[in-house]
Nanobody, 125 residues
Framework: VRLVESGGGSVQAGGSLRLSCVVS????????MAWFRQAPAKEREGIAS???????SVKDSVKGRFSISQDSAENTLYLQMNSLKPEDTAIYYC????????????????????WGQGTQVTVSS
């Protein structure tokens, strides 16, 4: 399985970006896909996820500004980011996991075994 992100860049505060993550290979009929980000000197955090049923969740801190979606036909995961703020500056990663129900809902508690290389998002004030 290979994950390749794209769509990062530099924008001014208030701008928008849409990140894409193309998935090559087969994960499972039960999967959990997610977007994580890591800002300088900060821990990586999960910000949005979606499972094979299409059930999605978004971290409260970005809810209303970020949304996650997937195009199964194109094997692509998206993260739409609107009203960007300087604190959104980070490297954004997409990740994939077998969806293990015993680990809770699709989200950061799952074991993500596949990761993309990351794409830089820089938001200037």
């Amino acid at each position: 399985v290979r994950l390749v992100e794209s769509g990062g860049g530099s924008v001014q505060a208030g701008g928008s970006l849409r990140l894409s993550c193309v998935v090559s290979g087969y994960i499972s009929s039960r999967y959990c896909m997610a977007w994580f980000r890591q800002a300088p000197a900060k821990e990586r955090e999960g910000i949005a996820s979606v499972d094979n049923y299409g059930i999605s969740s978004v971290k409260d801190s970005v809810k209303g500004r970020f949304s996650i979606s997937q195009d199964s036909a194109e094997n692509t995961l998206y993260l739409q980011m609107n009203s960007l703020k300087p604190e959104d500056t980070a490297i954004y990663y997409c990740a994939a996991a077998y969806f293990l129900y015993g680990l809770g809902p699709c989200g950061p508690t799952q074991h993500f075994g596949w990761w993309g290389q990351g794409t830089q998002v820089t938001v200037s004030s």
